[in-house]
């Protein structure tokens, strides 16, 4: 199982970026999806959340600025980050979970400078 989380980079204040997350040798379709995040000398927290169903949920702080979507033909969860807050620097993870089963991303780095 691999996951390949692609989409970060430096960006300013107000911006937006869109992370993408690639799942291979996984029934990616039954698998719920999560981004989570760490930032330096914090620790990882959940961002946002699919399900197999496509509901989704997400941590107070990026409500009505970041939207988790899947691709399910493509294999693919993405999150669209929008009016990035320097707050947001972090290493961003993906991370597919179906009962006890858990599979991690590589992670991606996102910089938001003010």
């Known amino acids: 199982v691999q996951l390949q989380a692609s989409g970060g980079g430096l960006v300013q204040a107000g911006g937006s970026l869109r992370l993408s997350c690639a799942a291979s040798?996984?029934?990616?379709?039954?698998?719920?999806m999560h981004w989570r995040r760490q930032a330096p000398g914090k620790q990882r927290e959940l961002v946002a959340t699919?399900?197999?169903?496509?509901?989704?949920d997400y941590t107070n702080s990026v409500k009505g600025r970041f939207t988790i979507s899947r691709d399910n033909a493509k294999n693919t969860v993405y999150l669209q980050m929008n009016s990035l807050k320097p707050d947001d620097t972090a290493v961003y993870y993906c991370?597919?979970?179906?009962?006890?089963?858990?599979?991690w991303g590589q992670g991606t780095l996102v910089t938001v400078s003010s």
């Open positions: 991370h597919a979970e179906l009962f006890r089963s858990n599979y």
């Open positions: 040798r996984i029934n990616f379709s039954i698998y719920t």
């Open positions: 699919i399900t197999r169903a496509g509901s989704t």
